[in-house]
């Protein structure tokens, strides 16, 4: 069955800890996504892809950063720069054409503090 | 400013009552999208639409352009409908994919 596999489930970071959330599809999907929910919040665009190695900025990029180095796969890291990192992050992706096609979800990872 | 308003916020009802969850935007849109989160917080993609109407089961959403306007309907609703319920647009970009902007969404708690 082709989706998104997020993980790990659950994430715990140290302060001042770097830590790395994997995002795998199997829909040959060209583009990607990560989002961040807080309670009570709409889901926040942090980056997106549209094609191997090219990435953009979302609305809420500072203290993360990303790669795209294959099509399956865009990995999110979390920087010590992100001091609010606790939050439930999503991974989705779709074909890119324009916003024309739904997107795909993974079922998240959450982060927490320690 | 918030691009993606949802009403109500909470909604609680009877098993079998008629569900209306409603979305207003006020940007240009590529497409407009219902989402269904679970607890466990995986994503489902219910509808994407553009224009008028469409349906799946006893899901019905609608689309007004002209209003800026969404509603998702659930007919006969069952607990497992309990959900929180999103709704989100593509904004118009004149190409190329930009990410959703998503609303607060919808807490609905279907009691039997």
């Known amino acids: 069955d082709g989706g998104i596999t997020q993980s790990p489930k659950y994430l715990f970071r140290k302060e001042g800890q770097n830590v790395t959330l994997s995002c795998e599809q199997n829909?040959?999907?060209?583009?990607m996504y990560w989002y961040r929910q807080d309670p009570g919040q709409g889901l926040r665009l942090i980056y997106y892809?549209?094609?191997?190695?090219?990435?953009q900025k979302g609305d809420i990029a500072e203290g993360y950063s990303v790669s795209r180095e294959k099509k399956e796969s865009f990995p999110l890291t979390v920087t010590s720069a992100q001091k609010n990192p606790t939050a439930f992050y999503l991974c989705?992706?779709?074909?890119?054409?324009?916003?024309?096609?739904?997107?795909?979800f993974g079922d998240g990872t959450r982060l927490s503090i320690l | 400013k918030n691009e993606v308003e949802q009403s109500p916020q909470n909604l609680t009802a009877q098993e079998g009552e008629f569900i209306t969850i409603n979305c207003s935007y006020s940007v240009g849109i590529s497409a407009l999208h219902w989402l269904q989160q679970h607890p466990g917080g995986g994503i489902v993609s219910l509808f994407m639409l553009s224009s008028g109407k469409k349906k799946h089961g006893r899901l019905i959403a609608t689309i007004n352009i002209q209003e800026k306007h969404s509603s998702l309907h659930i007919t006969a609703s069952h607990p497992r409908d309990s959900a929180v319920y999103i709704c989100a647009v593509t904004p118009y970009s004149g190409g190329g994919a930009d990410g959703l902007t998503f609303g607060k969404g919808t807490h609905l708690i279907i009691q039997p």
């Open positions: 989705a992706s779709d074909l890119g054409q324009g916003g024309y096609q739904p997107q795909h």
């Open positions: 829909l040959n999907h060209d583009a």
């Open positions: 892809s549209q094609i191997v190695n090219d990435f």
